[in-house]
């Protein structure tokens, strides 16, 4: 178990955060490597697994190595939140020397991983950096770039749900309501079943102070209760990922790839944008994240909404200054056929 013991001002300083891509892309690689529960993600993994057979060989030294069987290296406080795949890999390119050596000699020095051509990344070889980087992009367009849209929904509907508990009930709230994943029993949030490192054994306590740096509770798709807690190199807050859940029938929706033959049926009977509205509201939004979502304007996104909206597949709340869409019974039916 890690227990993180919070001082008043670290809980003045708590925000929930989604990382993006890189972060997804990099545990997605743990999950990769090691199939387990919960069983939905056997969707994503078998047509993954198969398409990185045919990869360039540095996407399996990219995978052993940022996500060895010990942990993950820290790309998380290295890039920090980054909406879009292209930006965290060039942050990650620009990373201080110092910071970007110490995390890239997790693998070896840990983990018992080779450096290799890696290794040679962290020491500002080009060679090194332009095969990291092509096979970065290579393995995000094969297992990320396809269910982004979904997953960031997800991700976002996560985050929304946390910040708007937050600020009408208070962090206790908030922070009590993540059971059974985290467990506040203020001024500590613990963390069950996690091992660290090291991989200790049932039964060990690892105890974790802020000391005022505050905390980033960070929602992942692809994450699971370990590896937990990043602690960046500077002064920043530390950040804590836990896992999203999802029921399993809205889950094996992510999986769909554009083109395949339901997703087309769904775009021939609503037509392709407002086939991608439906897609979005399914993880919840707001009209904003809605149009940045599918590229539109707000006010488009607020014309689908209602069309949607009138047909019965979509109901919508206002919060505040805000709308939120969530799909119905019938909008969740027509997406599970497709």
Not at 184 to 209: F, I, K, M
Not at 231 to 248: C, F, G, H, I, R
Request: proline share 7%.
């Amino acid at each position: 178990m890690l227990r993180i013991h919070f001082t008043v001002a670290d809980a003045m300083k708590v925000r929930v955060v989604v990382l993006g891509p890189l972060a997804e892309l990099q545990l997605s690689l743990h999950r990769l490597q090691r199939p387990g529960h919960p069983s939905w993600f056997d969707s994503w993994r078998a047509p993954t697994v198969a398409g990185v057979r045919a990869l360039s060989p540095d996407v399996a030294d990219l995978a052993r190595y940022l996500a060895p069987a010990a942990g993950l290296v820290d790309l998380f406080t290295l890039v920090g939140p980054a909406d879009e795949h292209t930006e965290a890999v060039d942050r990650l390119c620009r990373a201080p020397a110092g910071p970007l050596r110490h995390e890239f000699g997790f693998a070896p020095e840990v983990a018992g991983v080779p450096a290799g051509w890696i290794g040679d990344f962290a020491h500002g070889d080009r060679a090194a950096r332009e095969r990291l980087t092509s096979a970065l992009d290579e393995y995000h367009a094969l297992a990320i770039r396809p269910y982004w849209q979904r997953i960031r929904a997800v991700l976002d509907n996560e985050r929304a749900t946390r910040v708007d508990v937050m600020a009408t009930h208070g962090l206790d709230a908030m922070l009590a309501g993540m059971a059974p994943t985290l467990h506040w029993r203020a001024p500590v949030l613990e963390v069950p079943g996690y091992l660290g490192v090291n991989r200790q054994g049932a039964g060990t306590v690892t105890d974790v102070h802020l000391r005022g740096r505050g905390l980033v509770l960070a929602p992942s798709l692809f994450s699971n209760a370990d590896p937990g807690l990043f602690t960046p190199w500077n002064d920043e807050p530390a950040v804590l990922l836990y896992p999203v859940s999802l029921d399993p029938r809205a889950a094996m929706r992510l999986w769909h790839r554009p083109g395949e033959t339901g997703e087309r049926a769904l775009a021939g009977l609503l037509g392709g944008t407002r086939a991608a509205a439906l897609r979005v509201i399914a993880g919840g939004c707001t009209t904003s994240e809605l149009a940045q979502r599918i590229g539109i304007s707000p006010g488009g996104a607020s014309q689908h909404a209602t069309v949607l909206r009138e047909a019965g597949l979509v109901v919508s709340h206002r919060h505040r200054n805000t709308v939120r869409h969530t799909l119905t019974d019938l909008g969740l039916g027509l997406l599970d056929g497709a």
